[in-house]
T-cell receptor
Framework: DSGVTQTPKHLITATGQRVTLRCSPRSGDLSVYWYQQSLDQGLQFLIQYYNGEERAKGNILERFSAQQFPDLHSELNLSSLELGDSALYFC???????????FGPGTRLTVT | EDQVTQSPEALRLQEGESSSLNCSYTVSGLRGLFWYRQDPGKGPEFLFT???AGEEKEKERLKATLTKKESFLHITAPKPEDSATYLC?????????????FGKGTHLIIQP
């Protein structure tokens, strides 16, 4: 158990819909990262938050957004969903940027 | 473009048969190289961090090494429970992002 929690574990929704994924980092960790894992692309970095503020963006689509709240939990919002958005979405956390990242169990999103 | 390449893509070994997994990288300014283990449908599990060429880390049957161009994950006398996908990731300086760039992984199967 990494100490990072994610909800829900599974999510099935239809194209065009919007969903919210939730992540609670390890106690004391200020940085939260979101990653997408698909069969063809592998693990891809989406976005990073540090202590409530957006720090960096990776390969995140404009239809996706995220935020980190004062209690440091984070949410990833996915809108106008397409079939290609079906993937595993992982959250990771670290104390600061230059440390190993600990991953949560993931949310499996299926868009039908 | 910063890239991480892992080889082989898949490896099947007999129990007790030692081998090495390779991770080569082309990044402008390596800050850290990370090894993770991932079981099917689960989040990556942190194994090692390497920061500079010549550094080595060990944990049970695994040993990670780093040069200026590549890293190796040596597995000695593996057991069936070592079967998993092993992921290599790099963190590089540039753009202010702490997100990891992952390789596609090596799928390791240890047969009893």
């Amino acid at each position: 158990d990494s100490g990072v929690t994610q909800t829900p574990k599974h999510l099935i929704t239809a194209t065009g819909q919007r969903v919210t994924l939730r992540c609670s980092p390890r106690s004391g960790d200020l940085s939260v990262y979101w990653y997408q894992q698909s069969l063809d692309q592998g693990l891809q970095f989406l976005i990073q938050y540090y202590n409530g503020e957006e720090r960096a963006k990776g390969n995140i689509l404009e239809r996706f957004s995220a935020q980190q709240f004062p209690d440091l939990h984070s949410e990833l919002n996915l809108s106008s969903l397409e079939l290609g958005d079906s993937a595993l979405y992982f959250c990771a956390s670290s104390p600061r940027g230059l440390y190993e990242q600990y991953f949560g169990p993931g949310t499996r999103l299926t868009v039908t | 473009e910063d890239q991480v390449t892992q080889s082989p893509e898949a490896l099947r070994l007999q129990e007790g048969e030692s081998s090495s997994l390779n991770c080569s990288y082309t990044v402008s300014g390596l800050r850290g190289l990370f090894w993770y283990r991932q079981d099917p449908g689960k989040g990556p599990e942190f194994l090692f961090t390497l920061y500079s060429a010549g550094e080595e880390k060990e944990k049970e049957r695994l040993k990670a090494t780093l040069t200026k161009k590549e890293s190796f994950l040596h597995i000695t006398a593996p057991k069936p429970e070592d079967s998993a996908t092993y992921l290599c990731a790099v963190q590089f300086s540039g753009g202010g992002a702490d997100g990891l760039t992952f390789g596609k992984g090596t799928h390791l199967i240890i047969q009893p």
